[in-house]
């Protein structure tokens, strides 16, 4: 099975209590619940934003997925990924 990624921060999607949630309830199979929720995003930034507030997260990241990026790396790899993204790709 593919994995799916968060169409705005790009965390992987593997779970389904992972998933954002529409306006109804339900669960979107694009967004994350951390940049998704009740049919909106939770934070109004740029992309450039998102990446400053997804590096913080890289130690966790670099343990689950066995990995050693430094800051700098993580960084210069989001600046990459994320324009693919549904949320960035109009930038």
Not at 20 to 28: A, R
Not at 63 to 87: C, G, Q, S
């Amino acid at each position: 099975m593919e994995t799916k990624f968060c169409q705005s921060c790009g965390m992987p999607l593997q779970k389904n209590e992972e998933l954002g949630t529409n306006h109804d309830g339900s669960k979107n199979e694009e967004y994350c619940c951390y940049c998704y929720k009740d049919g909106a995003f939770t934070m109004d930034c740029t992309m450039d934003q998102m990446i400053d507030h997804c590096v913080q997260f890289v130690d966790e990241f670099n343990k689950d997925a066995d990995l050693h990026y430094t800051k700098e790396e993580a960084v210069a790899n989001m600046k990459l990924f994320f324009p693919t993204l549904k949320r960035w790709a109009v930038q």
